[in-house]
């Protein structure tokens, strides 16, 4: 019997063997990550090959530190210590250390935030601004001592001297850097007098541009009030920075030309042709109306003003002969019955007949003279209303006095009738002409 192990003997061996084999101190392995499911804190899961499995343990501090989250069926290289679990009598792999197999863990890392940042619609295009025409002043998020800021003065002093620059220096690499890109782009975006925004740095390692991969900078980025353009390493580097902001810039330069779309050289050239635009449509306009005026000047309406109440001015004068001749027979008339009715009395030969004859005669004249007075005054008004009434439709006295002459085709207007949409009429006013174009017509109810 005393030959025979127990079984907890042999683990404890075998655990023995295990802890104090400097082979297996340090064991490098790679392997496919098999049964993984993320836990809060430690991560429990298998490597594998197409032969044999092993357990894996990963304590939370480790995990923490990968940069990059373990998947199912990812292919990883790792390294850690073989450990016995004495109950169980199992062997697993406690691991140190794990990066990707065939790819960086920061690439790695790269990937995974980029799929989960573009998820959230951190890289849609609505939500992207549109960057100003003009600027007046540029914010630069770099360093103060790269190239990055003299290639932008250099160019936005060549394409528009007189933009001013605001510098906020900034760490763009390493410990930190991501943390200070952030406070200056909220910084930036506290003043009001700021137009854009500049964010960059020069070219690098992966691992030296990885600050303008952090999520915090994505996302100060994509809150940012001000429009922004990411100009990160060289034109064949990319970040987040470049996903998430409104313009990407292959360079500094291109940069700095992306915030000055529009050169002076080019506003003096466009403020130049204006002024000739200008210049020519106020020629035409002044050529158009001194056409116009010499139009009018020839009308009939503007050489023989008269043409317009000659027949009014003639019935006038009809009607004012007429009633002259008719006051003047009436006055004959009644003045020959008064001689009648005088020899009449005569040939009676009663004096007090005569007397009361003359007296009632007398009488009679008053009242012819007074209703002759009467009819005299009457139509000498109604002469005079007439006179004015026709010398009301003079049109000259009509524009005058604030009114407006229509004409279409040079025929006077004097209703809707006939006129549609789009006809083009000409106004006579008081101190000018107008040519206007019908939008609408509407017609009374009458």
Request: hydrophobic letters at 40%; glycine letters at 6%; a positive charge.
């Amino acid at each position: 019997m005393s030959d025979y192990l127990s079984v907890s003997s042999l683990t404890k061996y075998l655990k023995m063997k295990f802890d104090r084999d400097p082979y297996l101190e340090r064991v490098y392995l790679t392997g496919q990550v098999s049964n993984f499911r993320q836990r809060p804190s430690h991560q429990y899961f298998s490597l594998k090959d197409d032969k044999a499995v092993i357990q894996a343990t990963m304590w939370a501090g480790v995990y923490r530190q990968l940069g990059f989250t373990l998947e199912e069926g990812m292919q990883v290289n790792v390294v850690g210590r073989i450990q016995l679990y004495e109950p169980g009598g199992s062997y697993s792999i406690i691991i140190e250390k794990a990066e990707p197999d065939g790819v960086g863990a920061l690439a790695l890392q790269f990937e995974q935030l980029k799929k989960k940042l573009s998820a959230a619609g951190y890289f849609d295009n609505r939500h992207k601004q549109p960057l100003p025409r003009f600027v007046q002043k540029i914010g630069i998020i770099t360093s103060p001592s790269g190239a990055v800021i003299r290639d932008i003065i250099t160019t936005i002093s060549r394409r528009f001297a007189g933009v001013e620059l605001l510098l906020f220096p900034t760490k763009v690499q390493g410990k930190g850097a991501a943390e200070e890109i952030v406070a200056n782009i909220a910084l930036a975006n506290q003043m009001k007098d700021l137009d854009l925004l500049i964010v960059g740095r020069g070219g690098g390692s992966i691992e030296d541009l990885w600050a303008f991969n952090e999520e915090i900078v994505v996302e100060a980025i994509f809150a940012s009030r001000l429009p922004v353009i990411s100009s990160v390493g060289h034109e064949t580097d990319v970040t987040l920075a470049d996903f998430v902001a409104d313009q990407r810039a292959a360079t500094p330069t291109a940069a700095a030309e992306l915030a000055t779309p529009v050169t002076k050289a080019d506003v003096l050239a466009g403020l130049l042709d204006w002024e000739k635009r200008l210049y020519q449509a106020s020629q035409r306009q002044l050529q158009a109306l001194s056409k116009r005026l010499e139009r009018w000047q020839q009308s009939v309406v503007f050489r023989q003003p008269e043409r317009l109440y000659d027949g009014y001015l003639q019935r006038v004068a009809y009607l004012s002969t007429r009633l002259t001749d008719r006051m003047d027979k009436r006055v004959r008339t009644q003045q020959q019955r008064v001689q009648t009715h005088q020899q009449g009395l005569l040939s009676l030969g009663l004096p007090v007949k005569i007397q009361s004859y003359q007296d009632k005669i007398g009488q009679l004249e008053r009242l012819l003279l007074s209703h002759m007075a009467n009819q005299y005054d009457r139509q000498v008004s109604r002469f005079h209303k007439a006179q004015d009434a026709l010398l009301a439709l003079d049109t000259q006295k009509i524009v005058e006095r604030g009114y407006a002459l229509v004409q279409k085709n040079q025929a006077i207007l004097d209703s809707v009738a006939g006129i549609k949409p789009g006809d083009n009429l000409e106004l006579s006013m008081r101190d000018g002409y107008l040519e206007v174009e019908v939008k609408d017509v509407k017609a009374k109810n009458i």
